[in-house]
């Protein structure tokens, strides 16, 4: 009976007609306004993926503000997508573990979460170190700290 309670709170807010599809996509624009729901799910269901988000944003505005190289645009981009996906990918593992195992315990339902989750984490990982190779720069010649060797040679002509 639990798992019924379950399954319909997260069926709440989805029309009849999609619950009930077990079929491809019959057009362009059913497929993509899935997908677009599938994105407004994720976001309303998962608080990480929110703060992932508002991060991003907070990135963005940075970059602007400092003026990034197009270059850079591409590294920061990056490492804001792959972070993304990896959530997105977390989502998916946790969903389909969760719908086999229901609430029984499994150690490899546990491993595959943490497996996913700590994936997310490395991605975290790599997206800061991007982010702290492309912006050490711009910071700090913002406070006139000179980093580059070349950038040096020039104060002295």
């Known amino acids: 009976m639990a798992s019924r309670d379950r399954e319909q709170t997260e069926l709440e ?14 057009n362009f624009f059913k497929a993509l306004r899935n997908s677009l729901n599938g994105i407004w799910m994720i976001l309303v269901r998962e608080r990480n993926m929110r703060i992932h988000v508002v991060l991003a944003f907070l990135i963005l505005v940075a970059g602007l503000h400092y003026g990034l190289y197009r270059a850079d645009w591409l590294w920061v981009t990056m490492a804001i997508f792959i972070v993304i996906l990896s959530e997105f990918l977390n989502t998916i ?65």
């Open 93 to 157: 593992i946790e969903a389909v573990v969760d719908l086999v195992v229901e609430k029984k315990y499994h150690p490899l339902a546990k491993l595959a979460k943490d497996v996913a989750a700590g994936e997310v984490l490395v991605a975290v990982g790599v997206e800061i170190i991007i982010l702290l190779i492309i912006f050490q720069p711009y910071v700090w010649r913002q406070f006139g700290i000179v980093t580059n060797f070349s950038d040096l040679l020039h104060q002295f002509q």
């Open 13 to 26: 807010g989805i029309p009849d007609q999609e619950k009930a599809q077990t079929a491809r996509n019959g």
